[in-house]
């Protein structure tokens, strides 16, 4: 009789170890294919497929929204046995409302990561998921205000740390946002300016947005610190941006981390070091991981595990918080965006049948509970 359960046993652990058949997943990359967040994005996406056995296929739009309607349009015109059962979108630059409307009628099903649906104007657009789109089956979302007044409340603790308030005992502070109309980036903003208004002792200067780009972050605050002399403090919406303000502050004889802080959002390897070196006071990171976690949750639904029960437009808090230690850690275990070693059948509701919940955080990963 125990012979016969450890046989039974070593029959279901092989079976857990190998995919059920090859689900197949396609995601339109909004990034550019340099881009350090959205490579390490997809390279995570590429973790997971294979620790789940998916078939997984990456298209880069290269943050060319009209190039992402014609992505969308070859994939749709291809033959069927050439179509993915799945394509996972983003709802950068707004174009989600008039993806889910080409794809409906296609066969093929399609999610939501990292920006979903946020805008009225577009909720009345696309309705609720598997309402007016049958196929649009859900959402998972990082919580992207909680990115922007985590940062915003640290670079303040450290600026006040470091002596930066101006001769009226305030800190000046200049703000750089992706762009006006991507969901990430509005709600980025709108937690920064949570914490300015919580803080009561900081000045928010001026606001402008650079296009997630490292040198038109730099020209735009070329001019934003000769118009605000006294300003010491720079948030900005990704890494590339703050190391765009933080040049721009270095040809102007400054040090960032001594007499200028900066803060920024994702974990590219420059960010992380910047973050041990002292040169960003604050660093948030975490939701590269969306598109990951996505495919667990598809991976769950095509294996008869629907995710509706959590919900169908999912908001979850990716996001932490990087000490210098952490960055340490962050750098040994998944420098490179090296994330082969993480195992994401761990987080599969279906493969773990007691997980009543699904736990999506960077802090597990990086304690070793990946």
């Given at each position: 009789m125990a012979i016969s359960c450890r046989f039974a046993c070593a029959l279901w652990l092989m079976a857990m170890s190998l995919p059920l058949f090859a689900q197949s997943v396609l995601f339109i990359n909004p990034g550019r294919s340099d881009e350090a967040f959205w490579v390490a994005a997809s390279r995570a996406m590429k973790s997971a497929a294979a620790s789940l056995g998916v078939s997984l296929e990456v298209i880069y739009a290269?943050?060319?929204?009209?190039?992402?309607?014609?992505?969308?349009?070859?994939?749709?015109?291809?033959?069927?046995?050439?179509?993915?059962?799945?394509?996972?979108?983003?709802?950068?630059?707004?174009?989600?409302?008039?993806?889910?409307?080409?794809?409906?009628?296609?066969?093929?099903?399609?999610?939501?990561a990292y920006s979903g649906i946020d805008a009225p104007a577009d909720r009345i657009l696309t309705g609720r998921p598997r309402e007016r789109y049958p196929d649009w089956l859900g959402s998972l979302e990082p919580d992207s205000e909680a990115a922007g007044y985590l940062t915003a409340k640290a670079l303040f603790a450290q600026a006040r740390a470091g002596h930066a308030a101006a001769i009226d005992g305030r800190l000046h502070l200049l703000a750089i946002g992706g762009d006006r109309s991507t969901p990430t980036s509005v709600s980025r903003n709108r937690g920064m300016r949570r914490a300015v208004v919580e803080a009561g002792d900081v000045t928010l200067e001026q606001e402008v947005y650079a296009d997630w780009k490292r040198d038109k972050a730099a020209e735009k605050?070329?001019?934003?610190?000769?118009?605000?002399?006294?300003?010491?403090?720079?948030?900005?919406?990704?890494?590339?941006?703050?190391?765009?303000?933080?040049?721009?502050?270095?040809?102007?004889?400054?040090?960032?981390?001594?007499?200028?802080?900066?803060?920024?959002?994702?974990?590219?390897?420059?960010?992380?070091?910047?973050?041990?070196?002292?040169?960003?006071?604050?660093?948030?990171?975490?939701?590269f991981l969306a598109g990951a976690w996505s495919l667990v949750m598809l991976y769950d639904y095509a294996h008869g595990k629907d995710f509706r029960d959590e919900g169908l437009e999912l908001e979850r808090p990716m996001f932490m918080v990087f000490s210098a230690a952490d960055a340490e850690r962050y750098l040994a275990r998944f420098g490179q965006g090296d994330f082969s070693r993480v195992d994401f059948r761990r987080f599969s509701r279906v493969l773990n049948p007691k997980r009543r919940h699904y736990a999506f955080g960077l802090r597990q990963l990086l304690d070793g509970h990946g």
């Amino acid at each position: 009789m125990a012979i016969s359960c450890r046989f039974a046993c070593a029959l279901w652990l092989m079976a857990m170890s190998l995919p059920l058949f090859a689900q197949s997943v396609l995601f339109i990359n909004p990034g550019r294919s340099d881009e350090a967040f959205w490579v390490a994005a997809s390279r995570a996406m590429k973790s997971a497929a294979a620790s789940l056995g998916v078939s997984l296929e990456v298209i880069y739009a290269e943050r060319d929204h009209v190039r992402t309607r014609e992505i969308a349009r070859n994939i749709i015109a291809r033959p069927p046995s050439r179509r993915p059962e799945y394509v996972v979108l983003t709802n950068d630059y707004g174009t989600a409302p008039e993806l889910l409307r080409a794809f409906d009628g296609s066969g093929i099903k399609t999610f939501l990561a990292y920006s979903g649906i946020d805008a009225p104007a577009d909720r009345i657009l696309t309705g609720r998921p598997r309402e007016r789109y049958p196929d649009w089956l859900g959402s998972l979302e990082p919580d992207s205000e909680a990115a922007g007044y985590l940062t915003a409340k640290a670079l303040f603790a450290q600026a006040r740390a470091g002596h930066a308030a101006a001769i009226d005992g305030r800190l000046h502070l200049l703000a750089i946002g992706g762009d006006r109309s991507t969901p990430t980036s509005v709600s980025r903003n709108r937690g920064m300016r949570r914490a300015v208004v919580e803080a009561g002792d900081v000045t928010l200067e001026q606001e402008v947005y650079a296009d997630w780009k490292r040198d038109k972050a730099a020209e735009k605050s070329d001019w934003l610190y000769r118009r605000y002399p006294r300003a010491r403090l720079v948030w900005a919406g990704n890494d590339m941006m703050a190391f765009g303000a933080m040049k721009s502050w270095k040809n102007r004889g400054g040090t960032p981390g001594k007499d200028g802080f900066f803060s920024a959002v994702n974990t590219s390897d420059e960010a992380m070091r910047a973050v041990t070196q002292g040169q960003l006071a604050a660093l948030a990171g975490g939701h590269f991981l969306a598109g990951a976690w996505s495919l667990v949750m598809l991976y769950d639904y095509a294996h008869g595990k629907d995710f509706r029960d959590e919900g169908l437009e999912l908001e979850r808090p990716m996001f932490m918080v990087f000490s210098a230690a952490d960055a340490e850690r962050y750098l040994a275990r998944f420098g490179q965006g090296d994330f082969s070693r993480v195992d994401f059948r761990r987080f599969s509701r279906v493969l773990n049948p007691k997980r009543r919940h699904y736990a999506f955080g960077l802090r597990q990963l990086l304690d070793g509970h990946g």
